[in-house]
């Protein structure tokens, strides 16, 4: 078997005598994937106990072969390759190492335990640290320091000190330092050197006390607790900050809404104030008439004051010169609304008294006559009380309505309001001269 080069010549990578001629065997050569170039041969007659069989191979040894700064070898780093019997190569790890992947035999190794260049390793690494022997096993690609000449002791002892130093090779009067990752790693009767393996004996805080690793574990527990319960008292207060906030904005926001619109009870038990603009959407633009009366116009308008409230609203079409007008109470005056609760209307305008006083002089007097108190009509200071009067007839007028045909005597021909009343003991009190402050 040989090489033909560009320059025609052959270049035999096999010895030319050969015992198992081609006419009787067939050959192989193949290229495994530990990098070893190996001729097989096999007889032509086929049976049970016939095989392929390696007839040589190169390099005869691919543990001590590779070399180069590049790489890892044959196996991966932190790695050991050794040759077995059938002439392929073993890969194993130190001890106190093991496979980083456990499925790949082939593949890299790695450290059990840890080692660094802390202040308590350095203070105390003939401790910490200790050395275990292999002969005849060497990583020649990853040494960064060589000591020469040394002795085994000066050696281990250049080694422990350095915390860059995993493994110290001695050979030959001298002293290589290597550090991590090894490369190269092989075992042979050829290497003829001692390699000194630094490996971690116990870990620098046992050393202080046998109660500094519990001690530790408490402190880490109570740092965890209290940091949960911290955390949780800041979430909490978080929480009810938010909430409080929540409640001032919405308290504030009602009170907003109150102050703006109202609410529905003050519609039904108070007067409100609105200005012009809010008519005009209540309304519609005033478009909905219900009926004209005295110097305007009613319209039908809609309103939202908690709730859905339906309003009538007079339009002045004309400028009152007075200063008080005053309407009073009858009963075209009172509306009904979808559920039939009365609805009190057509106040006209009313007059703001001071906080210390109680009485009023109107300068005239506007509304259906029978349903105002004498007061109006003697002109006479008038109080608040004057509604009870309207609110009397108003009373009373239906309950005269009802009679029907069956009015009595007195009542033979249509009487007006003023002539029932007088005719009525409760009518006959409103009726005096008495002022109705006095009632």
């Known amino acids: ?9 052959r270049f035999y990578i096999k010895p030319q005598s050969m015992l198992f001629l081609a006419t009787e065997y067939f050959h192989r050569a193949t ?3 530990y990098g070893v170039f190996t001729q097989c041969y096999h007889p032509k007659t086929f049976n049970s106990s016939t095989k392929w069989t390696p007839i040589w191979s190169q390099p005869n040894n691919i543990c001590v072969a590779i070399g180069g700064g590049e790489g890892s070898g044959s196996c991966g780093f932190n790695s ?10 073993d890969c194993k790890c ?16 790695k450290l059990n335990f ?46 422990i000190n350095d915390c860059f130093c995993v493994v110290a090779i001695l050979g030959d009067g001298s002293c290589w330092k290597k550090k991590l990752p090894l490369s190269n790693g092989r075992e042979d009767n050829v290497v003829n050197r001692h390699a000194f393996l630094k490996f971690r004996k116990r870990d620098p805080r046992t050393l202080l006390s046998p109660l500094v690793p519990e001690t530790k574990k408490n402190q880490g527990t109570l740092i965890l607790i209290g940091s949960v319960l911290l955390g949780s008292f800041v979430f909490i207060n978080f929480v009810l900050i938010g909430a409080v906030c929540l409640g001032f904005f919405l308290i504030h926001h009602r009170k907003s809404i109150k102050s703006h619109h109202g609410n529905h009870n003050a519609v039904e038990t108070n007067l409100c104030c609105f200005t012009y603009e809010e008519l005009v959407e209540a309304t519609n633009g005033f478009k ?34 007075e200063k008080e007008k005053e309407f009073k109470t009858k009963p075209q005056n009172i509306l009904l609304d979808d559920y039939y609760n009365a609805r009190i209307s057509d106040f006209g305008l009313a007059k703001v008294l001071k906080l210390n006083k109680s009485k009023t002089n109107p300068a005239t007097i506007r509304g259906t006559r029978g349903y105002v108190t004498v007061e109006w009509f003697n002109r006479n200071p008038i109080i608040v009380k004057v509604d009870v009067y309207s ?33 009525r003991p409760l009518a006959q009190s409103f009726m005096s001269k008495r002022p109705l402050a006095q009632l």
């Open 1 to 9: 078997m040989y090489i033909l080069r560009r320059n025609n010549q």
């Open 31 to 33: 290229m495994n994937f």
């Open 80 to 89: 050991i390759c050794k040759l077995n019997d059938n002439q392929k190569p």
């Open 94 to 109: 130190p001890p106190r190492y093991s496979l980083l992947d456990s499925n790949n035999m082939y593949g890299n190794c």
């Open 114 to 159: 840890t080692q660094s260049c802390l202040e308590d390793d350095i203070n105390s690494v003939e401790d910490i640290y200790d050395f275990e022997t292999l002969i005849d096993i060497d990583w020649p690609t990853s040494d960064y320091e060589q000591l020469k000449p040394a002795t085994k002791a000066q050696c281990k002892r250049s080694c």
């Open 288 to 321: 909905e008439e219900l009926g004209s009366k005295a110097f305007g116009i009613v319209y039908k308008g809609v309103t939202q004051m908690g709730s859905r409230v339906v309003v009538a609203v007079k339009k002045l079409d004309m400028m009152v010169q």
């Open 391 to 423: 609110y009397g007839q108003v009373t009373v007028t239906p309950n005269i309505l009802a009679f029907g045909p069956f009015r009595p005597p007195f009542l033979s021909k249509r009487p007006s309001a003023h002539s029932i009343m007088s005719k």
